[in-house]
């Protein structure tokens, strides 16, 4: 698969002009067979230029078209409106495997998969058939969601007030990934009760701007900078109860929670893939090895090994993450949706872990020479660092043993 790539790099620190919609619709998947043979596709195509595009912080506008109108972003749009509606344990390979040829394209479709579940979980049929007939054509759902300067994460200071048949929405944003590229914009705002909703904005409507001024050292071409929201106009049609995915059990938080553990994975899949393929051709055996080859060294051998088994055991947990988070979409009761949450957070522990030691063993089992500029062998570890960074890993061991020792389930929020 070959990807044209004509956009030129959007500079940081300015007001970007939104992207136009696709030209004609976008493919429907047939099956989970397909979805993942689209995505070893496009991975190939994508892992050309990763590098590049990390060093010269050049948006993937033209692989990103690419993704989305692969099909892949309407995944889990249900059959019974038009879509393929595959596992969740397939989406989640899909996107370990675009991940590992470049972390941040996997992450861009991270919160669109998300609200297409929480579409699902919250809205009417008739929103449902309004806003799938959308993803279905190849629109792109960005995020307007996180806000800094709050007390907690779950805070939010955006707000909408009830104008007719639409809403006025005012507030800012940050950590806004996919929003730069994005056709539709879905802000998380507050109604008078203080109740969270998705009003999905036009990326072009008036008073809405998104600044490109992400200046993290990893993730650099996921653009998940500002939001500035100065009262924009949203239909009431594109005003989805973000708040009832939370009042009875649902896979919603869960579902965003293990995509996010889909991105390490692939992060340490390529690091490790990388790590080898330097080992083999480039690295120099140490002096008191007695071998020839880097690749005979014992000590290197032994540390793939350990790589190796501790990758292989985080894709297994991702795996069985999905599988559990099928069983909750498919019955979401209290039991099926702590399962499911304690599954990812299994997960996400794994894949965090290999993902941060995988990039950073790469440079003692490569060697100096892996360092240089002209390798980039360093975005593995900074995409792992700042991905990882996302929620705290930490409260995933607190989460699963607490429920193993005193019976706990998981707490049910969109970071659980």
Known sequence: ???????KAL???????????????????????????????LAVAFREGASERDRDNRRPVAELDAFSQSGLWS?????????????????????AIVSAADPSIGQIAQNHLGIVAAIQTVSDPEQRALLFGEVLAGTRFGNAFSEIGTPRAADFQTRFVEDGDHVVVTGRKFYSTGALLAHLVPIVALDGEGRPWYAIAERDAPGLTVIDDWSAFGQRTTASGTVVIDAVRVPRTHLVPAWKGYAAPSANGAIFQVIQAAVDAGIAREALADTIA??????RPWIDSGQD????????????????IRLHAAEALLDRAGLALDEAVADPTADSVAAAQLAVAEAKVLTTEIALLA?????????????????????????????????????KYAIVGNHALNGVNPPFHAWS
């Open 1 to 7: 698969m070959t990807i044209a790539v004509n956009a």
């Open 11 to 41: 500079q940081t620190g300015q007001d970007s002009p939104a992207v136009p919609r696709p030209d004609g619709p976008a493919h429907v998947i047939r099956d989970d067979a397909e979805a993942i043979r689209v995505a070893e596709a």
């Open 75 to 95: 995944i889990n749009v249900p059959r019974a409106f038009g879509g393929p509606e595959v596992s969740y344990r397939t989406l989640a390979r899909v996107i």
């Open 278 to 283: 330097f080992v083999r051709t480039k690295s």
């Open 293 to 308: 080859r880097a690749s005979d060294d014992p000590h290197t051998i032994r540390a793939v090994g350990d790589l190796t």
């Open 359 to 395: 990039s950073n063993t790469l440079f003692e089992l490569a060697g100096t020479r892996s360092t240089l500029a002209e390798a980039n062998l360093d975005r593995h570890w900074r995409n792992a660092r700042t991905h990882t960074l996302h929620d705290p890993v930490r409260w």
